[in-house]
Every structure is written in C-alpha cells, then in structure tokens.
C-alpha cells in the first residue's frame, strides 16, 4: 500500500497542530466536520455540472469533439490525466463556464441582511433587517449580465465562446457566481474544479453521446 500519497485530512491535521495559539487549533469532531463538507459540497457541484455538460454534449456533438481534440493534442491516448495539464485548457474552461452559468449547482442565492438602515434595490426600498436574496439561476440567464440586445434568447443558449477574452456576450462578469462571492464564497470552489475537470476529460476521452431515438427535444 502506499503511504506516501496525502489526504485532505493529513493537510488539515497538520495545519492545526503547526498553530501556536491553542484558539485557532482544530481539534475533535471539527477535524471530522471539514473535510466531511468539502467532500459534501464538491461532490453536489461535480454531479450537477457534469450531468449538465453530459446533457448538452448529446444536444450540441460539436462540443464533444472540439473538447476531444484539445484533450488529444495535450496528452496521448492511454495515459492517465494529470490535473496539471488540464487547467487553464481554454475550450475546457469556456465548457465548464458556460454549463455552470446556465445550470448552476445552488440555484437559489445565498441571502444577505439589509441592514439597520435597509437598502435600496433598483429604486425600491426594503426595511432593515430582512433578508434578501436573488436566485442565481436567475442572474447567469439575465440580460444585464449576459449579451445586452434586441435578442433575449441570447443568454439562454449554451455559446462557449461567450468566455473568449473580447467577447461581446458577456456584460457584467461579476454577474457569474456559480459558487456565491465574498468571504462567504465556496470555500471549495478549487477543490470542485479540479474533480471537475478530471471526470469531463476523463469521460470525454472514452465515451460518445446521443440521444435515443424521438427523445432528441425532451
């Protein structure tokens, strides 16, 4: 068996034994909670984002095959997929963007307080001290964020190219959030990437994908 290779709970226990103040130690079931969340929260977001791609692949084989040729020309058939070589491959992250924008693992926002003075929203006003919340399903489909024009339909459609560096189809892109902002933001946002980026290329490279017959709109 190999030793050598280190979990997350290795880093984390060795993070907490290497503080000297005693207050910022992790100790008991807190060691058992962190990586049981990340594990939790990258698993949701790999599994929506993957069936989402896998969705849209069967709609649109070009994306397939453009995907497969970028993967091909990195590395050769039959070997195994290291991360290092994946990340930052544009079509891939054009892929990943674009399918996380359209079907975000949380749909629903993370709700924030107004505050004691309450806050203004697009000229109206909400008291202090409620909570509110916009979906974020909502904010990567809106045309605030996404392609200001006389077609509505435009942020609707899955256009990888949208995430090119001069694109014109992207407004506003502090509007995609698929994992919230700020500090209270996915704190395993890396995590979720790299397994997905791995499984995609990984399922990419070995399988092709359609439709059955008749069920081609559904």
């Known amino acids: ?6 979990d997350l709970f290795s880093y984390l226990i060795e993070d907490s034994l290497s ?18 969340l990340a594990i939790r929260a990258g698993r949701q977001t790999t599994a929506s984002t993957t069936s989402a791609l896998l969705f849209l692949w069967a709609k649109h084989l070009e994306i397939c095959r453009k995907l497969r040729k970028e993967i091909d020309s990195t590395i050769s058939s039959g070997v195994a997929l290291p991360h290092s070589v994946l990340e930052g491959k544009p079509y891939l992250e054009r892929c990943i963007n674009e399918v996380m924008r359209l079907y975000p693992a949380v749909l629903s926002g993370v709700p924030r307080e107004t505050g004691p003075k309450g806050l203004t929203i697009d000229g109206v006003f909400i008291s202090p001290f409620n909570m509110v919340s916009v979906p974020t399903y909502a904010i990567h489909r809106g045309n605030r964020g996404f392609y200001r024009s006389q077609k509505p339909q435009i942020p609707q459609q899955f256009i990888s190219e949208r995430w090119m560096s001069k694109s014109d189809l992207i407004i506003k892109k502090e509007a995609f959030i698929p994992f919230s902002f700020g500090p209270y933001a996915c704190a395993k946002k890396g995590f979720a990437m790299v397994k997905i980026r791995l499984l995609i290329t990984t399922i990419v490279r070995n399988f092709e994908f359609r439709f059955p017959p008749g069920q081609e709109q559904q």
Do not use: A, K
């Not at 068996?1 to 280190?6: G, L, T």
């Open 1 to 6: 068996m190999d030793f050598s290779r280190r």
């Open 19 to 36: 503080q000297t103040d005693d207050s910022l130690r992790v100790v008991g079931g807190d060691l058992v909670i962190d990586p049981e």
